[in-house]
């Protein structure tokens, strides 16, 4: 699952969403933050946070060998 921050929906992307889609049962959840240009990701099968800059090449954790980059 992937979130793209706004300034309105801050709060509910880092908080509220995380532990609704933990419940669920998403298995990692992104949240893209454009003014910060930053990328939060939450593996819930690793049970790890970790965070990458837009200018870095992200892991998608849930697939071996596959990674993305945002410019």
């Keep these: 699952?992937?979130?793209?921050?706004s300034l309105g929906s801050k709060q509910m992307?880092?908080?509220k969403k995380l532990f609704q889609y933990r419940t669920a049962g998403v298995r990692?959840?992104?949240v893209v933050d454009p003014e910060r240009e930053l990328v939060t990701i939450?593996?819930?099968?690793k049970d790890s946070m970790?965070?990458?800059?837009?200018?870095k090449e992200i892991?998608?954790?849930?697939y071996e060998?596959?990674?993305?980059k945002i410019d």
Excluded: A
């Design 13 to 15: 992307d880092y908080y």
């Design 1 to 5: 699952m992937i979130e793209i921050v």
């Design 59 to 62: 892991p998608v954790g849930i």
């Design 50 to 55: 970790e965070e990458y800059s837009f200018d």
């Design 65 to 68: 060998g596959v990674s993305l």
């Design 42 to 45: 939450y593996n819930f099968e």
């Design 28 to 30: 990692e959840y992104w």
